[in-house]
């Protein structure tokens, strides 16, 4: 069992840049995926145990980036040029079960969440 929790979210403006940290209790696979009101749960960006491999949602390409700290157990995702479409809970998740990295169902572990609001 991997527990994970994320801070950082908050309100930006467009344009703007926010750092989400997601803390976790062991070394695994990471990804990032959020959630708007009404839509399914999407892919954001993700990492290997060793941080040499990583992966990006086309719509964050060059905009995002996903790093980890494995000293400190702990996967950073920087996100600059935030766009209103960004908005939304993000969600850190650990423990991917299968090579579909893209893929909610893949993750067993999932953090409780952290809301960013990209708003002028």
């Known amino acids: 069992q991997v527990q994970l929790v994320e801070s950082g979210g908050g309100l930006v403006q467009p344009g703007g840049s926010l750092r989400l940290s997601c803390a976790a209790s062991g070394r695994t696979f990471m990804g990032w995926f959020r959630q708007a009101p009404g839509n399914e749960r999407e892919f954001v960006a993700a990492?290997?145990?060793?941080?040499?491999?990583?992966y990006y949602a086309d719509s964050v390409k060059g905009r995002f980036i996903i790093s980890r700290d494995n000293a400190k157990n702990t996967v950073i995702l920087q996100m600059n040029s935030l766009k209103l479409e960004d908005k939304a809970v993000y969600y850190c998740?650990?423990?991917?079960?299968?090579?579909?990295?893209?893929?909610?169902?893949?993750?067993?572990?999932w953090g409780q969440g952290t809301q960013v609001t990209v708003s002028s």
């Open positions: 998740a650990g423990g991917l079960v299968s090579s579909a990295e893209g893929r909610p169902e893949s993750y067993l572990y």
């Open positions: 990492i290997s145990r060793s941080g040499s491999s990583t």
